[in-house]
């Protein structure tokens, strides 16, 4: 099949970049930042699209850690892509063919999985080889590209959602490496990811000297009393309490989840003093809103009611709201085609030798060809549909999370998967999570 000048300009641009494009996501993968705290990634982000002629607005939604950059080249449509670069904290891995801790790294250091150093860098990469084509055959257009840190706990799109950074843009592309077999080297279809909504719960003891003692008669001292139970007794009650009704929020179908993390636990002190503040934070998952709606009354009910119990007044706050995703058959289409023109990825000789030391360091028989399948093999967007659909409900519209579900309430958008490095498992053999990691790096 013929590629037209203007795509071919683009795809010379990648192959005579190759390197830098390699070197660039190495830098990222080394800087390994978390969620909020990707400063180093976004400085280095925003002093390469300067040095490529863009203009970039930093902090960009009141983020410290997002950016904006814009470049135009005349009149014509708005094109708009994004990075993400955030780590995940307890995946220290360094890029070796065994289980290795980085030199000089805590065990629960971050590291990349999936691994968004790739995604950033690969996006980084279509927006700069677009705008050499535009400048070299005189293409009109502007190209708007986003730093979007913290999607693992889906934190910035909905903030430049809300602060209309997406409404200016005619169309959009989100990129993603692989997460496994399914729907690789495609464009998402109808099953778009599902909502994602997070919240804290402070748990807050004001006044411990109004709960009723019956210690000692007369003053007394603060060892020869009841005190109140107090925060930690509120937090631990809203653990427990959340446990037992998780099994009656919502139907055991719809792939939905509800997770917790104990952020901050009250003071304890020889004086016998109630624990005067606890935090408990929620997040979950679900294929609709009302669903998710549901989980956050089921929260607020046991939120007031151990509160109560504890001698504690509650408070809530938001971290996040997500909405779905919606689908665009235009985009997932056009998107395929051009997929179609450069082929999925091919590994050479050094990325399968790596593989097979893998392989080899965990007592495996390494594999003439360690790689699987479906993350060289293209997948046309009904096809890789009919996989998911097959694994869900019928009335299942949405999977999973991602924040790029904002941008497709305000533009065209499509989702390109394409394959990343990934090991054929032997019949009944699960690679271990650092393996997925090293293959990432």
Known sequence: MAIAAEKQSALDWVETNRQN????????????EPAWREYKSAAWYVDRLRQEGFEVEEASGGMPTAFCATWSNGDGPTIGSYAEYDAVPGNNQDRVPYRKLRDGIHHAAAGHTDPHSALGMSALGGILAAKASMEQHGIG????????PAEKVCGSKPVHAAKGYYDDMDAAISFHPSFGGLRTNTAIWDTHCGSYWSCIYNFICDEPETWKSVGAP?????????RAPGANDALCLMYTTTKYTKESMLPHTGTWTLNEALLATGDATSDNL?????????SW?????????RISEVLDNNAEHVAGIAHCRVEKRWVTKTRVGLPNHAMAELTYRN????????????????????????GLEPMEQPILDAMIDLCPPEKGEAQLRAMLPPWQLNYTSDDYVDWTWHTPTVRLIVGRCTLKSPEGYDYPGWSWNALGG
């Open 21 to 32: 494009l390699s070197d660039w996501h190495s830098t990222i993968w080394d800087l390994h």
């Open 141 to 148: 257009g502007r190209l708007k590209f986003l730093g979007e």
């Open 218 to 226: 007369g003053p007394g001292s603060a060892h020869t009393v009841a």
């Open 274 to 282: 109630a624990p005067r503040f606890s935090q408990i934070q929620y």
């Open 285 to 293: 998952r679900a294929p609709t809103l009302d669903m998710q709606q």
């Open 339 to 362: 997929l179609e023109l450069v082929g999925g990825p091919q590994w050479d000789d050094e990325a399968r030798g790596f593989c097979r030391e893998l392989q080899s360091s965990l």
